[in-house]
């Protein structure tokens, strides 16, 4: 045995430990951390994975095991997250003088798999030293970095259970492999230009184009890139688009064929001084963007930057920037001058495509050029996306660099079943409660698409493979339609699992205090929820909510004032049909029309039939009232002329309102006033906003003035109803969720106001506001039920 004091017999007062190591401890390097630091203290035993965790047998002084203890948890590798460590004292004596490193275990499996991490400092200087054996190699990786949940098919986490199987590691790698005082040990994804995956260039017609002298394929796409071409790149997680970020043809060109004709692209820089070039970068939005999770991070684009091409943010005030995360993207960037466009591989809305022929077969049209390579993606990633909010990073997407990382659940959920929650329809994830812990899914998308559908069921079927979950609770949302309530329900028959349906705002406000790690016997929370729609307890739709909640009960407290869904769905795609609905229902639309002839709404009101539409409103035929703050933000937008026919995707016209009053929002204090009146729940009604904001537009004030005063209107009605219900239900803690919370103006005005009182506030952080995060507040809430139903 190599350093410290050897244990060569049961002399000299020493003793044995058994410690349980629970949380991300596999695939992390945890293994040779435990024998490095057994070897300093000079202890004889062993250690190994098996599907608990990590298991570690150890002998010596007394002295030296609690030096060993204390350690463990001061000195973990980098990407391990240690939720627990259970010691029990062994009898006897060390069976050897050695503490070895054992093979792998299986069992029953309660460990977790960390997420795919970015490049590793000492990787990318290998990456980049021609005298490395791994210069320039695009796969280069340690256990600190590289693949995860992106290549794993089960647990225990081994190179076997892995895409890496195909790839037997050459004489070099196994040393490095099989050496505990080697970063790569155990690192299963451990590959070099000898013996790992490799890259190469295709064209459109499937032909491979062999680089120019001197070039490899990586350099040959940069080339490539920088002379206008649409190369798509097969990365860790899934296919990309990329595109010169500063060619204006090039972006265009690439919106055109993806048929994504407004949403922003988002970018990709060298690093954090080509990023700043181009946008605003405070040192918390570096740090984010530098960290191991490498998520794209929303930055602020002030006309004193660089400008990029006008279409990369159509109607946006900010840029999603992110740096490098694997070699490959290393490579490319030094091989560029400017930003890239790094977009989704796939035609709008579908998913992203992982395997090179689907690649092939779906991206012709859209790229000019494909840089392949053939490891496999067994799990699908997309980029996750952040932003600072509130002086914290706030996930707004969660998926490559932190799924599947479980959360820790509060007390008094240790003795939960198992609860598989499905999600929403929109911006789908599912759930997975267990052991003390949620293990919430990635990103998956919007299950209307049918290829996205399918792909959700697919990653179900992986995630059951790789955690061995069997649910004993199936929780869905209460929307019968939803096409993950119908799959809960089909599989909760199939299974003989219990069937929970959860209120959709009460799950939002659920997530964040289990997030927040509030415990199960908590007191009522004021739960403010603001979204596009959700299902209500007797069948209304709701949308702006003010709820008495904790995790087993919710009741509504107040509302915003419901509006009609004049056509539907159509509501949801056409901002003009939200600005006559709340124009007919608070002012009156003969009277809009007449006093307010002139203005551009009112022009194109009159274009529209509006006689049928009234009809619509007064019979109820397609037109169902809704108390909706996505469907208030799209008739301001309307009235000020942003997207009013049509909007691409969702929240756009919510999205360019925020982004035009942020330019002009601390140039002006005023805030249009709304009213709350009395009923059996108390209702924001927004008639003297609409009154102030139609004179306003009469005035001929600045659009951004406008929009800048509805938003502060907005968040002065949301602060006094809050407040107001506090003091009568004497409340002191409130959540703020919900997708129309991801504008950042609204949430930091509430969230400031609310604070500067005293009350805590708590927002989502490391769960989406959006309904990326529901599905943890449904396990919760059903597990929760559950528990009070076992206790009575």
């Not at 795919?116 to 000492?122: F, I, Q, R, S």
């Not at 040192?283 to 684009?301: D, R, T």
């Not at 799990?379 to 002086?391: E, H, I, K, P, Q």
């Amino acid at each position: 045995m190599a350093g410290g004091e050897q244990v060569l017999s049961c002399g000299g007062r020493p003793m044995g430990a058994e410690y349980r190591v629970r949380g991300l401890v596999q695939g992390v390097g945890f293994r040779p951390n435990v024998w490095r630091l057994a070897t300093r203290f000079g202890l004889a035993g062993e250690v190994l994975n098996d599907g608990e965790g990590v298991l570690i047998r150890a002998w010596g002084a007394p002295e030296r095991l609690a030096a060993f203890e204390a350690a463990l948890v001061d000195e973990p590798p980098p990407l391990a997250r240690v939720e627990a460590i259970e010691r029990v004292d062994l009898p006897g004596c060390a069976g050897s003088d050695e503490f070895r490193i054992l093979a792998s275990e299986a069992g029953k499996i309660e460990t977790g798999i960390v997420p795919d991490a970015a490049t590793c400092p000492d990787c990318l200087a290998e990456v980049l030293d021609p005298a490395n054996r791994r210069f320039r190699y695009p796969f280069t990786n340690c256990t600190h970095c590289g693949p995860r949940l992106s290549i794993v098919r089960a647990i225990p986490y081994d190179r076997a259970t892995t895409s890496m199987s195909a790839f037997p590691m050459c004489e070099h790698c196994r040393a490095e492999y099989e050496n505990p005082a080697d970063r790569r040990f155990h690192a299963e994804p451990n590959a070099c230009p000898v013996c790992g995956p490799r890259t190469w260039l295709e064209g459109a017609s499937g032909n491979r184009i062999a680089p120019e002298s001197g070039e490899d394929s990586v350099a040959a796409a940069a080339h490539l890139i920088a002379s206008g071409a649409i190369v798509a790149i097969k990365g860790i997680g899934g296919f990309h688009l990329a595109c010169d970020a500063g060619n204006d043809a090039a972006v265009s060109r690439l919106r055109e064929r993806k048929q994504r004709y407004h949403k922003p692209f988002a970018l990709m820089a060298r690093d954090v001084g080509m990023a700043s070039a181009y946008a605003r970068v405070s040192g918390a939005e570096a740090a984010l963007m530098q960290s191991a999770a490498a998520p794209i991070v929303v930055l602020e684009a002030p006309a004193d930057r660089q400008a990029l091409a006008p279409a990369i943010a159509p109607g946006q005030s900010g840029l999603g920037f992110m740096l490098p995360y694997t070699p490959l993207h290393h490579l490319l960037m030094r091989g560029l001058k400017r930003p890239i466009v790094l977009t989704s591989g796939n035609r709008s809305d579908e998913p992203q495509c992982v395997e090179n022929g689907e690649a092939r077969r779906r991206l012709t049209g859209i790229a000019d050029f494909w840089l392949m390579h053939d490891r496999g993606i067994v799990n699908r990633l997309d980029d996750s996306v952040a932003r600072l909010v509130l002086g914290a990073p706030s996930l707004l997407r969660r998926a490559r660099g932190y799924a599947p990382a479980p959360l820790r659940m509060p007390d008094g959920f240790a003795a939960a079943p198992r609860v598989l929650a499905l999600g929403a329809e929109l911006k789908s994830t599912f759930c997975m409660l267990g052991a003390g812990r949620a293990t919430l899914s990635q990103h998956i998308g919007d299950l209307e698409d049918a290829a996205t559908h399918d792909d959700y069921r697919d990653v179900l079927r992986l995630y059951h493979r790789i955690f061995s979950f069997v649910p004993e609770v199936i929780a869905v949302d209460q929307h019968p339609d939803y096409l993950s309530t119908q799959w809960g329900q089909a599989l909760a028959q199939q299974t003989g699992a219990r069937l929970v349906a959860v209120q959709h705002h009460h799950a939002h406000i659920a997530a964040a205090l289990g997030e927040h790690g509030i415990p199960i016997e908590t007191s009522p929370v004021l739960g403010i929820v603001l979204d596009g729609i959700g299902l209500g307890e007797k069948g209304e739709l709701w949308g702006g909510e003010f709820l008495l909640a904790d995790y087993r009960s919710c009741e509504r407290l107040a509302r915003f004032a419901p509006v009609p869904l004049v056509g539907g769905a159509k509501a949801m795609r056409e901002p003009w049909r939200n600005a006559f609905a709340h124009l007919d229902r608070f002012v009156g639309w003969e009277s809009v029309a007449a006093r307010y002839a002139g203005l551009d709404i009112v022009r194109l009101l009159r274009q529209k039939p509006v006689a049928t539409l009234a009809r619509m409103i007064d019979s109820g035929i397609n037109a169902p009232r809704a108390s909706s703050a996505g469907r208030l933000f799209d008739a301001a937008a309307a009235m000020l002329g942003i997207a009013p026919e049509a909007t691409s995707y969702e929240g756009q016209a919510a999205c360019e309102l925020e982004a035009l009053a942020a330019t002009r929002f601390f140039d002006d204090s005023s805030a249009y006033p709304t009213e709350l009146a009395p009923g059996t729940f108390p209702t924001l009604q927004w008639g003297p906003l609409w009154a102030a904001l139609l004179d306003d537009l009469a005035k001929g004030t600045d659009r951004a003035i406008i929009a800048a005063r509805f938003h502060r209107g907005v968040v002065a009605g949301l602060v006094s109803t809050a407040c107001k219900l506090m003091d009568a239900h004497r409340i002191d803690t409130v959540v703020l969720s919900g997708g129309v919370f991801q504008n950042r103006l609204l949430l930091e005005g509430v969230g400031a106001a609310l604070a500067q009182s005293g009350v805590k506030v708590l927002v989502p952080r490391s769960l989406p506001a959006n309904d990326g995060g529901l599905a943890v507040g449904q396990a919760l809430i059903a597990a929760a039920r559950d528990l009070t139903d076992a206790n009575c």
